[in-house]
C-alpha cells in the first residue's frame, strides 16, 4: 500500500513561487516503472493534470502550465516537489500528488489533498 | 472549457442503473485507453475504472467501464446512495503530450 502526503504553504502571495512536497512510503520513488504526478482542482471545478516526474527524473508538463513549472525528485527522502512560479489567483486550488505506472496513464494512489490560496 | 466533454449532472433511484458518458476525439479517446474516477465530497479521487473497462481489487463490479470510438461509458448498476459522488473520466491525449480530464459529473441518488 504507497501513501502519499502533500505538504506545504496554505498560503502564497501573488507573484511569488508555490513550493509543495509529496511524501511517500510503501514504496520507492526511484522504482523504475513509476511516475509522480501533481493534479490540482479549483473549488467547485474540475480536475487539471499539471505534469509528471519519472522515477529517473525526466519530466513531462502539461501546456498551459510549463512554463511556470518545475518538479524534482529527492530520494535520500523519498519525496518529490512541485514549484510553481509566477502565482495569481487562479493558481489558488487543492492540490493533489498521485502515483502512477508507466506505460499507463492512470493514477492508483493519490494523497488526500493540500488547499492552497494565492491571496497578499 | 475540458477536452473531454461530460454531463454536468446524472441522478438515478436506488437500485437503478446509470450510465455517465464521456465524449472526446480522435487524438484523444481514440487513440489511448480511459480511465474513471470518483470523488465523493471532500475526498482525493479515487481511481475507479482503468483501461476502458477494468476495475481495481476493492471496486464493485457494480461499476463497468466501456470505450467505442471517441467516447466511452462508465454504468454503475444497483445504484446506492453511497455512490453519490462526481464522476471524471480521463485519458492521454496525442497532441496535448498530456493528460486531460473531462469535466465531471457529479451523481445524484434520489
Known amino acids: 500500500q504507497v501513501l502519499l502526503q502533500e505538504s506545504g504553504p496554505g498560503l502564497v502571495k501573488p507573484s511569488q513561487t508555490l513550493s509543495l512536497f509529496c511524501s511517500v512510503s510503501?514504496?520507492?520513488?526511484?522504482?523504475?516503472?513509476?511516475?509522480w504526478n501533481w493534479i490540482r482542482q479549483p473549488a467547485g471545478k474540475g480536475l487539471e493534470w499539471i505534469g509528471r516526474?519519472?522515477?529517473?527524473?525526466?519530466?513531462t508538463y502539461s501546456p498551459s502550465l510549463k512554463s511556470r513549472v518545475i518538479f524534482s525528485l529527492d530520494t535520500s527522502k523519498n519525496q518529490f516537489s512541485l514549484r510553481l512560479n509566477y502565482v495569481t489567483a487562479a493558481d489558488t486550488a487543492m492540490y493533489y500528488c498521485a502515483k502512477g505506472q508507466w506505460p499507463t496513464h492512470y493514477f492508483d494512489y493519490w494523497g488526500q489533498g493540500i488547499l492552497v490560496t494565492v491571496s497578499s | 472549457q475540458s477536452v473531454l466533454t461530460q454531463a454536468p449532472s446524472a441522478s438515478g433511484t436506488p437500485g437503478q442503473r446509470v450510465t455517465i458518458s464521456c465524449f472526446g476525439s480522435?487524438?484523444?479517446?481514440?487513440?489511448?485507453?480511459v480511465e474513471w474516477y470518483q470523488q465523493v465530497p471532500g475526498a482525493a479521487p479515487r481511481l475507479l475504472i482503468y483501461s476502458n473497462n477494468q476495475r481495481p481489487s476493492r471496486v464493485p463490479d457494480r461499476f463497468s467501464g466501456s470505450r467505442s470510438g471517441t467516447s466511452a461509458s462508465l454504468a454503475i448498476s444497483g445504484l446506492q446512495s453511497g455512490d453519490e459522488a462526481d464522476y471524471y473520466c480521463a485519458t492521454w491525449d496525442d497532441s496535448l503530450n498530456a493528460v486531460i480530464f473531462g469535466g465531471g459529473t457529479k451523481l445524484t441518488v434520489l
Open positions: 480522435s487524438s484523444n479517446i481514440g487513440e489511448n485507453t
Open positions: 516526474i519519472y522515477s529517473r527524473g525526466s519530466t
Open positions: 510503501g514504496g520507492s520513488i526511484s522504482s523504475g516503472s513509476d511516475f
